[in-house]
């Protein structure tokens, strides 16, 4: 596994004092997405953390829904040491059965091309319902972020390279929530973008 890069002296220069974002910060994202499926009414008994770093949503489920079943998965060995992590790459795995939600935020930046659309087609066979996705895109890196707080040095694709992948078997809801289309929920035609 290709996990060298992703060691301690990397967890301290983007997750130490100055982290590209706050447990706090995911906690309010975490609590929408839980809630907006409970709004469609298919909410969430299973998740599965990918790419996991810090594991900030799996720490949010563990604290705020300790009923629900929750794994967290990261290629990186000192990830998965310091932050209680299964060792697991997304290009060649995907678990044996699928889970309500999946996140995977802001890693198949760091895989190429066909490690990506590989990772791709994990997260679909992952993902029963829900997938929170979001990975640093071409445009991203010149207009978005905070460009000393992030790590430029990734495969920078469009955002319509990585929507053409999701919309095989997603429908696009919107701010970064990804809906399996064969799922139990029916979105109204303008709650998701084609
Ligand atoms: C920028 S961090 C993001 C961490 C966390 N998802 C977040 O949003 O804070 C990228 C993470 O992806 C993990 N990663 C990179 N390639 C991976 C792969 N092929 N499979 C699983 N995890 C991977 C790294 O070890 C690192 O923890």
Same mark, same amino acid.
């Given at each position: 596994m290709a996990n060298q890069r992703f060691n301690k002296k990397y967890f301290?220069r983007y =997750? ?7 447990? +706090? @910060?995911?906690? #309010? ?5 839980? @809630?907006?499926?409970?709004?469609? +009414? ?6 599965? @953390? ?10 949010? =489920?563990?604290? /705020? #829904? ?9 290629v990186s060995e000192h990830a998965? *040491? ?14 044996? #059965? ?6 995977? /935020?802001?890693? $198949?930046?760091y ?10 087609? +994990? ?6 319902? =829900?997938?929170?996705?979001? *990975? ?12 000393? *707080?992030?790590d $430029?040095d990734a ?31 029916? $979105? ?7």
């Amino acid at each position: 596994m290709a996990n060298q890069r992703f060691n301690k002296k990397y967890f301290d220069r983007y =997750y130490g004092k100055r982290p590209v974002r706050s447990l +706090n @910060e995911v906690a #309010h994202l975490a609590a929408a997405v839980h @809630e907006l499926a409970s709004w469609w +009414n298919s909410p969430i008994r299973s998740v599965l @953390e990918v790419g996991a770093g810090p594991g900030d949503w799996s720490q949010w =489920y563990r604290a /705020m #829904h300790p009923k629900i079943r929750v794994m967290s998965v990261d290629v990186s060995e000192h990830a998965c *040491a310091t932050y209680g992590h299964k060792q697991r790459d997304i290009a060649t795995w995907s678990p044996p #059965h699928p889970f309500d939600l999946v996140i995977c /935020m802001d890693v $198949l930046q760091y895989l190429d091309d066909a490690q990506a659309a590989r990772a791709l087609r +994990n997260l679909a066979k992952a993902t029963r319902t =829900y997938l929170y996705f979001d *990975a640093l895109t071409e445009f991203d890196a010149k207009h978005t972020v905070d460009r000393d *707080a992030t790590d $430029l040095d990734a495969h920078l694709r469009s955002g319509n390279w990585y929507r053409q992948h999701l919309s095989r078997s997603f429908l696009q809801a919107g701010a970064g929530l990804w809906i399996r289309k064969s799922s139990s929920v029916v $979105l109204h035609e303008l709650e998701h973008s084609r």
